[in-house]
């Protein structure tokens, strides 16, 4: 180890220090604040993130980071990985002048602020000039990281959450989905059976109940975290100490279980992130990619197939006193894979969900670059997804004001959960290969063996391989649409 | 306004962002955190607390000070009460070396971890070794103190919880109480009547709805705060945000009620504190014995009274659906004021209460001046109790572990509990002599005229007047014990 590698590592474990302050009031903020503590909390996040933003701007760090990358041949291969991982981050940050980053900060605050009212009132007009502000903020930041690496505005968004994720690695995947997909779509509408709707109400304490006993088959563990309440589900915290969220409908019991199980298998990942790295950027994930890959393979691939489906028919019988055909093996499969164009991304099945993805993915490029003027998002918004599923949503709030995403800045970030997804469907079916005794575990809610393999090939490596290294040398190949493609044609015929 | 005076403003606003950022934090430590999260937290804390120090320390600050003390004759005067506020924050800050900080929140950290355990367990060499840490490192800290502010170490310390407090302004009032106690608690003794016990369970729930209701009667505002549970109840959260804590006995009613009105009175104050000035030292509260009159003007003058007893019978009916003698106001009466000498103080009656806290101020002085060793405490305590009270704790657990204080470096902060008590009789019978209408308010759940007595006599002034300043322009004298005497004459008799 080199004098600049261990200062940098000094310096970048005291700003994870200060993130995780931040990951811990951002939870709070979404799951516990009362509505008067909102301007002092604004204050509070924008103070922290202007902190981190300066130290990582100070001259010196730039310094050591050129020290220790030439002297990296002294370096171990994980210490390199985590060298190269504190570049992007310092390269995110100093591409962008601090009072622009506070600037971001407040305006998305603001936005999200607007966005809660205007969506339940479907009321664009009143969301539009804020915004309008994030829109072009971002637009500035990712000018300004665009040159500072060399690349197109949306790429350097693309990194933020991805490392190393581009446009040029998106087009062919998402090509591919778009012309499939119509054919899985039909075949699956054509021979789905309808299932037998499942009469509630479902008491929101026995479906918290249940799906404490679900986190607890999977392996998480509750000494290092939480399970609780939120307007959408989400996963936040810190290290030891990794929250997550969920959203119960008493005459659904399916959405605050599915919520569980999604945010169960992110939480998973940062549970089983390396110790030995805690604090570092190597130490985090690989990339939202990864991350989502983790959630919609324990929520769509297990949770939805039938071994999982095995294992919790007779709990839901239990928990709700449920009787008949309906709670069967056979009727939850067919409750779980229904097939059905909707408005709503979080509420689209597997086959659908992808479209909702395309359409943001070439909505949302089309803004950064400014061939889309916020103020003609709803009819974009409205024709694009009529001619991905051939429906159109009524109004916005089935529209365009249905995420949150975009009114916090997040662009660039959709494409990773349709990555996820394809990621998920390789990762399962190598797992799947190298342990086939997994279902048979699965319908006794035995997590053991997948959650130990996903331990080895997924979590303990952190950002120590990237996302493409990490795929490859878990599966054998590189990232493709051909494992979803199977599981689709597998779990809905065709 | 002068241009130092500005920037001092600018500077102290942004620190008093990060210590609401610490303010939720240790709120979620309590009430929230997984075990896991507990060495990541104390990292937060540290870093964040490290922070605020180095805020301080900067020497412009020092700087910026003397200019505007120089010129403080062009600022109004709650202005120079503010440079006033600001020069003691920061002599407290600057007179304390940066890593003795961060050694004493790692210390007390460790030592509250260790204490968690050794209370329940009785266990005193288990909490000696990180308790003697604490107390060396708060010696150190005191003597630093003590050195740049020109007194000594422990009046050094009680500046510290209460601005301007003194050892000498203390010790006539203690010694006063001294004297006086032992004639009313004899004469309480033998006088009152024992109340007939109220048997439970108590549903939690139940106790916390009534704790809602009672919060809401007194004009606590749920809109900017909150009810929570913790092991030990406290006011903490941050402007807007203000989060009290109870606990809750299934077999006791009258804990978790009381528990909840001490901490309401705490936060009427923080809700009552000057919009104007949020974010300044002056903005705060006036000190810890203010404070404390506040909670105890609640709990102990209101909420152990007869008018308000008379609201709550009532509902404590409705709630439990009791019945009977037990459930009507002279029993409740009864059971709110029985006396009786015990070894917890947080279960004492005012009576008794007073010599706990003389005990730990004799106790405290000693530990600070190095005329008691921390190995010697146990003995010490328990000869001082039995002078005192003439009760023998049987166990550490009743005697020196039962507090979490001086594990948590808390050393010069029992005495404002006292202070607390006197002020809060003299206030209340200020408030009663300008308002002779308050209880029949009371009767009827009606707080209104008391608070906006204390918001216009106590709340609005926030640090502006002196603790001293405060209480005599509120009640026209000095603060003294005659109060609290007349005030144990008319509720026990004598």
Known sequence: MTLAYKELETRFAHLATFREAI???????????PRGGAPGRADQLAALEGLCHGMLSEPSVGDLLEQAEGESGALEEAQQANIRAMRRVWR????????LVEAQSRACSACQGVWLEARPAADFAAFLPTFSEVINLTRQSAAAKADAMETSPYDALLDEYDPGLTEARIDPLFERLADVLPGHLEHARANQREPEPLAGPFPIADQEALGRKLMAATGFDFERGRLDVSAHPFTGGATGDVRITTRYDENDFASGIMGV?????HALYEQGLPDAWVGQPAGRDAG?????????LIEMQVGRGRPFLEFLAPLLRETY???????????????????????????????TYPFHIILRYRLERDLLSGNLDPADLPPAWNDGLEALLGIRPPDDRLGCLQDIHWSDGLIGYFPTYTLGALAAAQLYRAALDAHPEIPDGLRRGDFGVLLSWLRGNVHQWGAILTTDELIEKATGAPLSTAAFENHLAERYGG
């Not at 990951?23 to 604040?33: Q, S």
């Open 23 to 33: 990951g811990i009031l951002t939870w709070d903020r979404e799951t516990t604040m």
């Open 92 to 99: 995110h940050a100093n591409a962008v002048p601090a009072d």
């Open 261 to 265: 199980m999604h945010e169960t298998g």
């Open 288 to 296: 939202m990619s990864i991350h989502e890959s983790q959630s919609l």
């Open 321 to 351: 006193g449920g009787d008949g055909p309906g709670w069967q093996v056979d009727n939850l499969v067919r409750l779980s894979n229904r097939v059905e164009p909707g408005f709503i991304r979080v509420d689209a099945d597997e086959i």
